[in-house]
């Protein structure tokens, strides 16, 4: 059963234009919800979390919109660069369980 | 600067062998997580710990054990090596804080043959 879904294994995007990266889950005892970004040979890095009592964070260029009622979350990137090329998994966590269910990832390739 | 580092970075073995994977943070935090990374899963997790002496399974737990004597490290151990146990392992570790990310270390290439 797989609770946390990126439904598009790839995206790809021209520099400057918005990159939306989605995401559905099933579990509905996820409390907040986290993005990673992943590049060749290195580990995930944390890019931007947020709460389920919110319906949008943003940080910068990256901003995060979750529609509870649709267990959706989406990812927008404005505007798009070439080192945001990376892979991009969206995760979701349950209340002070620490532990976080991964998707299987949507790679991002933005194109100059 | 705190970090979590991750040895080896590869690692080639033979099926039946026993492998051990290192683990060391310098974060100071309770939690400490395996996953492995494998094209069309994603990142699943193996095993995890809260704390000193405290271990529990993760989702694809079958095949591997893990130890916690102190807080720094978390070594993954593969008691019989299999070819479906290839694969990119990476570690990670976080805060008891609600909503925490996870600090991921480099990864481990291992490869069966």
């Known amino acids: 059963d797989q609770q946390v879904k990126q439904n598009s294994p790839s995206l790809s995007v021209q520099e400057g234009r918005i990159s939306i990266l989605n995401c559905d889950y099933t579990?509905?005892?996820?409390?907040?919800f986290l993005w990673y970004k992943k590049y060749p040979a290195e580990g995930p890095t944390f890019l931007i979390s947020?709460?389920?009592?919110?319906d949008k964070n943003e940080d910068g260029r990256f901003t995060v919109f979750l529609n509870k009622s649709a267990k959706h979350l989406s990812l927008h990137i404005v505007p798009s660069q070439p080192g945001d090329s990376a892979v991009y998994f969206c995760?979701?966590?349950?209340?002070?369980?620490?532990?976080?269910?991964f998707g299987k990832g949507t790679l991002l390739t933005v194109n100059p | 600067d705190a970090e979590i580092t991750q040895s080896p970075r590869h690692k080639i073995t033979e099926t039946g062998r026993q492998v051990t994977l290192a683990c060391h943070q310098t974060?100071?935090?309770?939690?400490m997580f395996w996953y492995r990374q494998d094209l069309g899963h994603g990142l699943r997790l193996i095993h995890y710990s809260y704390g000193v002496q405290d271990t529990n399974k993760g989702e694809v737990s079958d095949g591997y054990s893990v130890s916690r004597s102190n807080t720094e490290d978390l070594p993954l151990t593969l008691e019989s090596a299999a070819s479906s146990q290839t694969s990119v392992y990476f570690c990670a570790s976080s805060e008891s804080k609600w909503g925490s990310g996870q600090y991921f270390g480099p990864g481990t290439r291992l490869t069966v043959t």
């Open positions: 995760a979701g966590g349950e209340g002070s369980n620490y532990k976080l269910t």
């Open positions: 579990n509905s005892m996820f409390d907040y």
């Open positions: 974060w100071n935090h309770n939690n």
């Open positions: 947020i709460s389920s009592i919110k």
